[in-house]
């Protein structure tokens, strides 16, 4: 395998994990508490492998300069920006979120669980995003 395939495998996770949470949210909802369990620890899980795979792709090739111009190349700078300050904030966030989950503090868990589940969600749709936009757009 070469390294070109990481960001496809990237996007992939990406989606992977938009989907646990959107899942993990619908359970919870349903007050299917072991299934909201599984999707969210499914979506951390697929958070970190991307994470790792992230790393190890830039750290070795870099970035890549987006091609479109005009209001095209606006708009991707624009969720580039927002994915990248909230790509940010959300790890300490998803932390937290997570921590106050396994300690069995779930009303401090649900109060920022409101919070941080569309950031992340929005997170990890906009890299599926930035990643079609630069090897697909």
Request: positive net charge; contains cysteine.
């Amino acid at each position: 395998m070469t390294l070109t395939v990481l960001p496809t495998i990237n996007a992939v996770l990406n989606a992977s994990a938009a989907v646990a949470m959107v899942l993990g949210f619908v359970a919870i909802r349903r007050r299917q508490v072991a299934v909201h369990r599984a999707c969210m620890l499914t979506a951390v899980g697929l958070s970190v492998l991307f994470l790792g795979s992230y790393l190890v792709y830039h750290a070795q090739v870099g970035s890549r300069p987006y091609g479109g111009e005009g209001w095209l190349r606006t708009l991707y700078l624009s969720i580039l920006l927002t994915h990248t300050v909230l790509a940010v904030a959300i790890v300490p966030l998803v932390g937290t979120t997570l921590y106050r989950a396994l300690r069995a503090q779930f009303s401090r868990h649900a109060r920022l669980a409101r919070f941080t589940l569309p950031l992340w969600l929005y997170v990890s749709v906009t890299g599926v995003v930035v990643y079609w936009m630069l090897y697909h757009g």
